[in-house]
């Protein structure tokens, strides 16, 4: 017999082979949604909106699914079929909620199967902040657990009128203490915010009574502490500043 015929027959065993091993992929449920990237448009913070994604399994199996969530804070009250069959189409039902998020926001909507397996959708859109504020992140510098530290602020409405209403949120009553002064405010530059102007605001004195290292992971070096603010406004608005600095 020649070389070329064994040749085909290796080929036919290779050939066979990665069939073989590929059928489970070709015969998985897989599936896919109807949009690469979903909106929500945009929403006042606090506002909770009701979400609804579409999508089809496009595989030769079924898929039961376990779970679903959003990577990030706001996803909630998630409803999602257990089980989509070849061919059929589905929906995912849930709530997002913009009480901690401003800006730009971008959620990763996540779908677990029952074997472990992932699919995801992104979803995106902006969120109005409730408050402004002059500086959201504030440096504690070198820090010892239980050392005094002190921060002024300015805060305002984005509409430059309504007087602002803010507290801190009863949670960080224990490492903090803030005070509010109501003050007129020159907002011309962004990063020059100045008192004397026509726009109603609050002056924020922000103080440590002492933050503790008991939330760190061992070893870390770096001090990360969020603080949450509630405006009296907008009971459903919790706008926050973040503080750093690295611990002695």
Known sequence: MSILFFIFLDMKKIIFTLLFLLAPVFAAGQ?????????????????TRH????????GESPVELETAMT?????????????????????????????????????T?????????????TLEGEVEPELLFSEKLLDAGYYAPGEK?????????????????????KEFASEFNAKFTPVFLNIEK????????????????????GISKENSLP?????????????????????EILIIGYWK
């Open 31 to 47: 599936l896919s949604f109807s949009k690469e990237v979903y909106s929500f448009g945009k929403m006042l913070q606090g506002e």
């Open 51 to 58: 979400i609804i994604l579409e999508g089809k399994n496009s």
């Open 71 to 107: 990577q990030g804070v706001g996803g909630k009250n998630f409803k999602f079929p257990k089980k989509i069959f070849p061919g059929k189409s589905f929906k995912i039902e849930f709530d997002i909620s913009s009480e901690y998020a401003e800006g730009l926001v971008t959620h």
């Open 109 to 121: 909507v996540i779908l677990v199967t029952k074997e472990g397996k992932t699919f995801t959708a």
């Open 149 to 169: 530290r002190e921060w002024e602020f300015y805060v305002w409405k984005p509409d430059g009128k309504s007087k602002p209403e803010l507290k801190l949120a």
């Open 190 to 209: 962004i990063d020059e915010i100045k008192e004397g102007g026509k726009v109603p605001g609050l002056k924020v004195k922000l103080s440590t009574k």
């Open 219 to 239: 070893g870390q070096k770096s001090l990360r502490r969020i603080v949450t603010f509630e405006s009296k406004g907008n009971k459903n608005a919790k706008p």
